[in-house]
């Protein structure tokens, strides 16, 4: 039972590229989410979904795409990346009903826009 | 909007201290409230959950209070270990199917040896 994992652990983009970052859980989630964490600005929510087919925009959800592939996998995609995009990303999941509360987190992405 | 305050932003105390972390939401409209714990280049890992209708959780040495009429939460941690250093986070879940957490900015405990 891995949990929350996260690819890749590390990126270095430049401005303008683009990049996917994959997410999957195997604890039979309901609901994902991705955060940034920002120095300062503490964990705030992107892109979230609470079940297979549907995606919502968080608080800081411009400059990024979501897509929900299936009950485990979420992927975050930066089409242009920019430098205000550096950050720290963590995938988390949680289920609503049934099964140990709380949200699991995945061990994060670190990225770099230069 | 719900906002979440923790305060101090950073602590430091002696091995074998009781040590209490602070949490304040300003709604107090909540589904629950969760502690996390995140080490330096790490993932946060889940502490305690308290649902909006409990008052504590306790794991261990550690043992969270909640009273949402007044919009705040606890984190005691008591004989501290160097091993507890790391930042601590507190979130709340708003109400709704959705259930999205809003986090306070930390506080990070360095126990001394």
């Known amino acids: 039972n891995a949990g929350v994992t996260q690819t890749p652990k590390f990126q270095v983009l430049k401005t303008g590229q683009s990049m996917t970052l994959q997410c999957a859980q195997d604890?039979?989630?309901?609901?994902m989410y991705w955060y940034r964490q920002d120095p300062g600005m503490g964990l705030r929510l992107i892109y979230y979904?609470?079940?297979?087919?549907?995606?919502d925009k968080g608080e800081v959800p411009n400059g990024y795409n979501v897509s929900r592939l299936n009950k485990r996998e979420f992927s975050l995609r930066l089409e242009s990346a920019a430098p205000s995009q550096t950050s720290v990303y963590f995938c988390?999941?949680?289920?609503?009903?049934?099964?140990?509360?709380?949200?699991?987190f995945g061990p994060g992405t670190r990225l770099t826009v230069l | 909007k719900q906002e979440v305050t923790q305060i101090p932003a950073a602590l430091s105390v002696p091995e074998g201290e009781n040590l209490v972390l602070n949490c304040s939401f300003t709604?107090?409209?909540?589904?629950?409230l969760q502690w996390f714990r995140q080490d330096p280049g790490k993932g946060l890992t889940s502490l305690l959950l308290?649902?909006?209708?409990?008052r504590e959780q306790t794991s261990g040495r550690l043992n969270a209070s909640l009273d949402k009429s007044s919009g705040r939460s606890t984190l005691y941690i008591a004989a501290s270990q160097p091993g507890d250093s790391a930042t601590y986070l507190c979130?709340?879940?708003?109400?709704?199917?959705?259930?999205?957490?809003?986090f306070g900015k930390g506080t990070k405990l360095t126990v001394n040896p």
């Open positions: 988390a999941s949680r289920v609503i009903i049934g099964g140990p509360p709380g949200e699991f």
């Open positions: 604890m039979n989630h309901n609901s």
């Open positions: 979904s609470a079940s297979e087919g549907t995606t």
């Open positions: 709604d107090s409209a909540i589904y629950n």
């Open positions: 308290i649902q909006s209708s409990q």
């Open positions: 979130a709340v879940s708003t109400q709704g199917g959705s259930e999205k957490l809003v």
